[in-house]
């Protein structure tokens, strides 16, 4: 079984940063794609960025230039550093480790 926890979301002015964790357990981490979903009040759960268990990314245009997806197998952890944060980012996002197991959420709210 497959647990997953995020950390790292927050209250952030407009144009500020924040870095989300999320560590998986279990043995099967290095092998598998992650993934950063959002989801925003009244909205759909949608991708953010995802990163092959290899280290390639990919990231939806909205999110292209200011997100960075990582990982670290070693620590099972993967991360997403957000830039240049806009209030439209504010939403849940959720860790998920394919092809389903989806950790708890953690709350991004860009305000001022």
């Known amino acids: 079984q497959v647990q997953l926890v995020e950390s790292g979301g927050g209250l952030v002015q407009p144009g500020g940063s924040l870095r989300l964790s999320c560590q998986a357990s279990?043995?099967?981490?290095?092998?598998?794609?992650m993934g950063w979903y959002r989801q925003a009040p009244g909205e759909q759960r949608e991708l953010v960025a995802s990163?092959?268990?290899?280290?390639?990314?990919y990231y939806v245009d909205r999110v292209r230039g200011r997100f960075t997806i990582s990982r670290d197998n070693a620590k099972n952890t993967v991360f997403l550093q957000m830039n240049s944060l806009k209030p439209e980012d504010t939403a849940v996002y959720y860790c998920?480790?394919?092809?389903?197991?989806w950790g708890q959420g953690t709350q991004v709210t860009v305000s001022s």
């Open positions: 279990g043995s099967t981490f290095s092998f598998t794609r």
């Open positions: 998920l480790q394919y092809p389903d197991y």
């Open positions: 990163i092959t268990s290899n280290g390639y990314p």
